[in-house]
């Protein structure tokens, strides 16, 4: 992801553990409490650049607070065993698309990944 010329790069978190330093000698690992959001390009007004900036200050602002902050995807949902069947229920595409398919999406991928803290990429801490 970029913003203004910087690189943020998901896939290299670090997987929810950060080594500290205590006076300099011994180390110990924190591990950091997960939170989501779910990012699928919808047609918004906002340009796909804009959406990429707001996901990554979602990503440090939650970082910031203590956080490990996950980026969820459709391909999140996707690897859920019922998700296609979860989808043929729920979801007539002649009716619900694009930002509102996205939403039930979100939830689906929650389940995959066994629920936890959820926030929307433009909420921050």
């Given at each position: 992801?970029?913003?203004?010329g910087?690189?943020f790069?998901i896939?290299?978190?670090?997987?929810?553990?950060?080594?500290?330093?205590?006076?300099?000698?011994?180390?110990?690992?924190?591990?950091?409490p997960?939170?989501?959001?779910y990012?699928?390009?919808?047609?918004?007004?906002?340009?796909?650049?804009?959406?990429?900036?707001?996901?990554?200050?979602?990503?440090?602002?939650?970082?910031?607070?203590?956080?490990?902050?996950?980026?969820?995807?459709?391909?999140?949902?996707?690897?859920?065993?019922?998700?296609?069947?979860?989808?043929?229920?729920?979801?007539?595409?002649k009716?619900?698309?694009?930002?509102?398919?996205?939403?039930?999406?979100?939830?689906?991928?929650?389940?995959?990944?066994?629920?936890?803290?959820?926030?929307?990429?433009d909420?921050?801490p």
């Open positions: 992801i970029t913003n203004d910087v690189l790069s896939k290299k978190r670090r997987k929810g553990r950060r080594k500290l330093m205590q006076d300099n000698s011994d180390e110990e690992e924190v591990k950091r997960k939170i989501y959001t990012y699928e390009r919808a047609k918004t007004d906002m340009t796909y650049e804009a959406d990429m900036a707001l996901l990554g200050y979602w990503e440090k602002a939650w970082y910031a607070a203590g956080w490990d902050p996950v980026i969820l995807g459709e391909a999140d949902a996707k690897k859920l065993p019922e998700y296609n069947a979860l989808m043929g229920l729920i979801i007539d595409p009716f619900i698309g694009g930002y509102n398919m996205a939403c039930y999406k979100r939830w689906i991928a929650m389940v995959a990944v066994d629920g936890g803290f959820m926030s929307d990429y909420t921050f």
